[in-house]
């Protein structure tokens, strides 16, 4: 099974940026949906964002919509979080999942459709 390595957090005033990144020990994104995924202390762990295994689908949840932007780079085998106009409720540990057991996929809002997961990465939005 791959391994899915996140990196790009950390402390961003509210307002700012930043840019998460997910990388894949195979060609797992090469033909792969992937998500992320966020959890905040004692919150259920919440759908962010989802790319179809194409690249050509994307979906989000509807607290980031028009702020965060999901993407991927095949020939990197990695994938992105865009995170713009931050604000403290984002507070959260991110993670990146992929879904390796089926080709060219959806994009699934499901954490249940995703057999791989990172360690996560925390992104701390102060006011």
């Known amino acids: 099974q791959d391994q899915l390595v996140e990196s790009g957090g950390g402390l961003v005033q509210a307002g700012g940026s930043l840019r998460l990144s997910c990388a894949a020990s195979?060609?797992?994104?090469?033909?792969?949906?992937a998500g992320w995924f966020r959890q905040a202390p004692g919150k259920e762990r919440e759908f962010v964002a989802a790319?179809?295994?194409?690249?050509?689908?994307?979906d989000y949840g509807d607290s980031v919509k028009g702020r965060f932007t999901i993407s991927k780079n095949n020939a990197k085998n990695t994938v992105y979080l865009q995170m713009n106009s931050l604000k403290p409720e984002d507070t959260a540990v991110y993670y990146c999942?992929?879904?390796?057991?089926?080709?060219?996929?959806?994009?699934?809002?499901?954490?249940?459709?995703?057999?791989?997961w990172g360690q996560g990465t925390q992104v701390t939005v102060s006011s």
């Open positions: 999942a992929a879904d390796t057991t089926t080709y060219w996929s959806g994009a699934h809002f499901s954490a249940s459709e995703y057999n791989s």
């Open positions: 195979g060609r797992t994104f090469t033909y792969s949906a």
């Open positions: 790319i179809s295994g194409s690249g050509g689908t994307t």
